[in-house]
């Protein structure tokens, strides 16, 4: 009990100082929570070989309801690389919305059957979806299914609607000038194969073509990076004794998705330049499917057992299958899970004690130094810190003073179940 106030004592004092300069980042508030904290000792001993990277914002209310932003930072750089993971499919469900409303065609929205077919070495086509309720695929159902349970194939087919040039402009048009989405998930394609994308059509329910979009080549030449990781991986079950080469594949600064998530939850207070072309409507549904877990869901439906309620929710929860979320605690976010890095981006609220926070982390946990051998420390390490991490801020959460409550009517929504 002794530590837990000292603890406390501590961040609380942290938080003080770091009132005094309200427009920058503070860097020493979160150095400060983990280094006094016996449950982070293992990472903070480690933390340049678990390329920690944190992002934790405050959020307050003024009279009128309008959120202000207080930032905090733990080792926070944008040339310390991570694999993204499946983290990349937030901005790609987010451009997939926005992309529909740029198309500006009568009959074409989000909920229109979307029809795959094939053109290029290793691509492959769909014409159903037997999990939606119509047994057609769409963009709002794969959405659901990259949010819910990060399903790779829907992600995949809205990179395929997309394409991997309007993917890459759209983010450098939006600031994001060091991202680069290059490549589908969960598939061996080649370098040249992810940039052809295939042919594809939206149809109405008399199967009447509302919009056809060609198969697609992406000329674009990018930004050269040379992102090196390890001592060794393995190839075609040979180990291979050279760092692993990332330089190919996704990249999505913390501070991107950081951003990408606070843009997509608060679009009224980023200028009208920075938002997402999205409608009142995309973001009601981004909200409903960023929150909504898989035991609430109707379409698809998903076995519990294996899509437990923290499946997709590591921040507080970690990975525990025999945890159920309240239902006064909300997670909007994405996670990623790959190449033994973990990383969360979310958004969460608290209805019942009227509190709010925006936490991103990331975390690698690969002892051996040996990419592909499926010997990662995600189960001792890296889900327990992310729920670690997530339990002392949100406990924290709970002990901070607020001039206003907020109101969080805006993310009660209804799900399906």
């Known amino acids: 009990m002794q530590l837990y106030f000292t603890f406390i004592l501590t961040i609380s004092l942290s938080y003080a100082m770091a009132q005094t300069n309200p427009n920058q980042k503070d860097d020493h508030f979160l150095d400060s929570l983990l280094s006094n904290n016996v449950l982070f000792k ?17 959020i307050n209310r003024d009279a009128k309801n309008n959120p202000h932003f207080k930032t905090f ?37 989000k909920n229109t059957s979307m029809l795959t077919d ?57 600031g994001y000038t060091d991202a680069q989405i290059l490549h589908r998930l969960g598939v061996s394609f080649s370098d040249e194969a992810n940039r052809h994308t295939n042919p594809i059509k939206f149809v109405n329910k008399n199967n009447k073509v509302i919009y056809e979009q060609p198969a697609v080549e992406n000329k674009l030449a990018y930004k050269k990076r040379t992102n090196y990781l390890g001592k060794g991986f393995y190839a075609n079950n040979k180990l291979v004794n050279e760092p692993f080469n990332f330089s190919l594949k996704n990249n999505l600064p913390l501070a991107d998705l950081n951003d990408m998530l606070l843009r997509v939850i608060f679009p009224t207070s980023f200028p009208l330049k920075k938002r997402f072309n999205l409608n009142k409507e995309d973001y009601a549904f981004l909200y409903k ?36 979320i309240p239902k006064n605690i909300r997670i909007f976010n994405k996670i990623g899970v790959a190449y033994g890095f973990i990383t969360d981006i979310a958004y969460i609220v608290d209805f019942e004690n009227n509190i709010e926070f925006a936490l ?48 969080l009517n805006k993310f009660k929504i209804k799900y399906d179940k």
């Not at 293992?42 to 405050?58: G, L």
């Not at 609430?296 to 309620?309: A, H, M, N, Q």
Request: aromatic share 14%; hydrophobic share 30%.
């Open 42 to 58: 293992e990472a903070m001993e480690n933390k340049d070989s678990h390329r920690i990277q944190i992002i934790y914002t405050q």
């Open 73 to 109: 930072a733990f080792n926070l750089n944008k040339d310390l690389y991570f694999y993204p993971a499946s983290t990349a499919k937030m901005p790609t469900a987010i451009l997939a919305l926005q992309k529909i409303n740029e198309l500006h065609i009568k009959g074409l929205d």
């Open 118 to 174: 094939s053109a290029w070495e290793s691509q492959s086509p769909v014409m159903n979806d037997f999990t939606s309720e119509d047994s057609l695929p769409s963009i709002a159902h794969y959405i659901k299914k990259v949010f819910m349970v990060s399903d790779n194939d829907a992600n995949n087919r809205l990179y395929e609607f997309l394409g991997q040039e309007y993917i890459n402009n759209s983010l450098q048009k939006s």
């Open 289 to 324: 499917y960023m929150s909504q877990l898989p035991r609430e869901s109707t379409y698809p439906s998903y076995d519990t057992t294996e899509k437990y309620d923290p499946y997709c929710k590591f921040l507080i929860y970690g990975s525990s299958k025999n945890i159920a």
């Open 360 to 407: 991103s982390a990331t975390i690698h946990v690969n002892k051996d130094g040996i990419f592909n051998d499926d010997k990662y420390e995600y189960e001792t390490i890296g889900w327990p810190f992310m729920k670690n991490l997530g339990k002392v801020l949100y406990d924290f959460e709970k002990t901070r003073a607020r001039k206003f409550k907020p109101d």
